[in-house]
């Protein structure tokens, strides 16, 4: 246990030192920062991933708060890289997209709560770990496709107001910021419908009809139908981009609230 | 030694007379040779840029070497002295090393944080440097120059945004498209002005041209330039629809460039449409800024573009100036321990030259020493050798760099008695020097050795 906490106090002074560097680099750019900060992004993610094979050739099981946050800030992690890898001049949306994978790896080590073996046993079949690995996914996707949506209203302001500032020259274009929130809605929603459809047979399988009882899939519905709508005004092409980014934007509050829901004592899904 | 430069660029000299100093590049092999053939001159570089023309020496004697810096121009170019004398800066010691910091660093030039200057010094140093025309100090601190003006320009923003009203429309055009390629340009009016901003963004990757004029010919003159097509101003709102970014420039009095005329070719659009408005009086309705998805932007918003920029390189460039007096400081202190390597060198030599005769008088007196032998006791009398030297050398770096340096030096060269071997390195220098000699013909340097 010491061992672990140790670990995880290190990968959140890494992720944090990463952080300041980005941070610092957006106010005053230097390379050395940038280097730094993206130096120890590689660091955070290499440790991730190999406590992610250690645990997965071993006892790991995505099946406790502790591994579905770890794994969701991983797959952001990994996301921002390759983005990093394949664009340029997209430094504030790895920043924001980073903060919120720091966010998610500080609340989930400060409220680790250690399951049960056989409430971990249970859930332990091949369905649920797709259902969870396809769900992490597409949280992940649409998480970014709400900071992309952000940003995009920011740079949008910007130049309606004419700001020609630093804020300004650092944020992606706007055509970018717009495929990249498109681009991820559509992975986003289909890993979500799978995702869905592989939980209800699961659970069904489980615990029969009973899991209607559960708020967070009345909750995960409502998520699906809201990402779906948007993406649906998208594809009929009636609303202007700038509204779709503020409901794209909005859109994030439903991820959240479906993680909330998931603390809830009616609800069974306790490891997200 | 001292360090000298002497030119004239486009803050002492207008382009006149500029442009009558500049060295081609197929003469700066041949214009460096002479130089550093000149009396008291042992390294140099020349810099010939349109902007300036510098010569950087290094030289044994200051009024020398500025002398000779001079006479070499006069007769290079065959103008007279008296022609440029008063355009001419010379700059000595610290203040030449300063200056060149500058110069690296884009704070000496035209537009402030330009990036071509250092370029172009590294290339005069190395043509310099092929042709023997440096030495230990311009190797040193032509790199460190270098090394300098790369670190501006990577972890400033001193070069990095736009300068000019033209360049400006295509940098605030990457806030709304990340690329222009695919992209489609507007160009109504066929003005100098939107030509000129048409171009720049045909230069960053715009590959279609649309040309408008209310004169069709001059139309297609402008539209052939781009490879692009022209219309008549009529079948503007085809063109809108077409359009991803309109650069307007026409002399019309009133706004041709409504709402009511925008919005249809509004409908269905998905990517922002970008709207530069270069004429005065203005050709775009200010209104039309607020439709979603329209950004306009007229000449005075621009030119706010270039002056926070300008003002933002302003500021960078204050951080470059502190950098700038430490890398100065730092050359000169290398500079001052630099006197000391010949004594160093003259000293080890001195000691060696013992070793080797003991080792010698040890041979001769014990005849029946091995191979083996003899190399250990080589090695330990180099090793009894070594150890001796190696505190007075530590102590007079120290000394070097401090203000008792040349009391310091003295007294060392007299402790350890080198002056026979610093006479005998200063006669094989002058020895080298003099293989090579000038003979001026006609104006012109020719070489004989």
């Known amino acids: ?272 | 030694m001292h360090i000298l430069v002497v030119g004239l660029n486009h803050k002492t000299a207008k382009v006149e007379l500029r442009e009558r100093f500049a060295f081609s590049p197929s003469e700066l092999p041949m214009a460096l040779r002479t130089l550093r053939d000149m009396k008291s001159i042992m390294e140099g570089v020349i810099v010939s840029t349109c902007n300036r023309m510098e010569i950087y020496v290094v030289c044994d004697q200051l009024h020398t070497g500025e002398y000779y810096t001079k006479a070499f121009l006069e007769s290079w170019f065959r103008i007279p002295i008296e022609e440029f004398q008063d355009h001419l800066y010379v700059k000595q010691n610290q203040q030449a090393v300063n200056h060149l910091f500058h110069v690296v660093a884009g704070l000496d030039s035209l537009v402030i944080g330009e990036t071509q200057i250092l370029g172009q010094v590294r290339s005069a140093f190395l043509t310099s440097q092929a042709e023997k025309g440096t030495g230990t100090i311009f190797n040193s601190l032509f790199k460190q120059a270098i090394t300098l003006g790369k670190r501006v320009h990577t972890e400033t923003e001193i070069g990095q945004n736009a300068v000019s009203v033209s360049y400006a429309a295509v940098e605030l055009g990457k806030k709304m498209f990340s690329s222009f390629r695919n992209k489609t340009i507007l160009l109504v009016g066929a003005g100098e002005m939107g030509e000129l901003t048409a171009k720049h963004f045909f230069a960053a990757g715009a590959t279609d041209v649309i040309v408008l004029n209310r004169t069709l010919e001059k139309a297609q003159e402008v539209a052939a330039r781009f490879h692009g097509t022209a219309l008549s101003l009529e079948q503007l709102g085809e063109a809108l629809r077409k359009a991803d970014i309109v650069v307007s420039s026409t002399g019309a009095k009133k706004p041709i460039l409504t709402k009511s005329v925008l919005q249809p070719a509004l409908r269905h659009r998905r990517s922002p449409l970008f709207l530069i408005d270069i004429a005065v009086p203005r050709d775009i309705d200010p209104a039309v800024h607020e439709l979603d998805d329209v950004f306009l932007y007229d000449i005075d918003d621009l030119q706010g573009i270039v002056d926070a920029n300008l003002s933002l390189r302003q500021h960078e460039a204050e951080k470059v100036v502190a950098w700038i007096e430490k890398e100065t400081e730092r050359f000169q202190q290398w500079l001052q321990t630099l006197g000391v390597v010949p004594l160093i060198t003259a000293l080890r030599n001195k000691a060696l030259a013992v070793q080797e005769e003991t080792m010698a008088r040890i041979e001769r007196k014990l005849p029946d020493l091995t191979e083996k032998e003899k190399r250990v006791l080589r090695k330990h009398t180099k090793s009894i050798v070594n150890q001796l030297l190696r505190d007075p050398i530590v102590r007079i770096k120290e000394l070097a760099s401090t203000s008792t340096r040349d009391e310091a030096l003295e007294l060392f060269v007299q402790i350890f008695a080198l002056e026979e071997q610093l006479r005998e390195k200063e006669t094989q220098q002058a020895l080298a020097k003099e293989k090579s000699t000038s003979v001026l013909v006609d104006g012109k340097v020719s070489l004989s050795t």
């Open chain 1, 1 to 272: 246990m010491f061992v672990e906490r140790w670990f995880y106090d290190f990968l959140i002074y890494l992720y944090a030192l990463s952080l300041l560097m980005s941070f610092s680099d957006l106010l005053y750019p230097n390379v050395r920062s940038r280097r730094l900060s993206m130096g120890l992004l590689i660091a955070v993610w290499i440790i991730q991933s190999t406590s992610f094979i250690v645990g997965l050739f071993s006892f790991w099981t995505i099946t406790s708060p502790l591994d579905a946050r770890f794994i969701f800030s991983w797959t952001l992690v990994t996301f921002t890289l390759v983005m990093h890898g394949w664009y340029r001049r997209i430094d504030l949306l790895i920043f924001c997209a980073n903060v919120m994978g720091f966010v998610i790896l500080v609340f989930h080590v400060f409220t680790i709560s250690n399951m049960s073996y056989e409430s971990a046993q249970m859930l332990l079949t091949e369905l649920g770990f797709v259902h969870i690995s396809l769900s992490i996914l597409s949280y992940a996707a649409f998480s970014l496709s709400s900071i992309c949506s952000s940003l995009y209203l920011l740079n949008n302001y910007l130049l309606k107001k004419k700001k020609w500032n630093r804020l300004l020259r650092r944020l992606p274009s706007l055509d970018r910021l717009q495929v990249f929130s498109r681009n991820l809605l559509l992975v986003g929603i289909p890993l979500f419908f799978i995702a869905m459809l592989l939980g209800f047979m699961w659970i069904y399988q489980l615990m029969g009809y009973l899991f209607w009882n559960d708020l967070k899939i009345l909750f995960s519905i409502f998520v699906f139908l809201f990402y779906g709508f948007i993406l649906t005004q998208w594809v009929r092409n009636r609303w202007h981009v700038r509204r779709i980014a503020w409901w794209n934007s909005l859109a994030i509050l439903t991820i959240f609230l479906n993680m909330f829901v998931s603390g809830l004592p009616v609800s069974f899904h306790y490891w997200f």
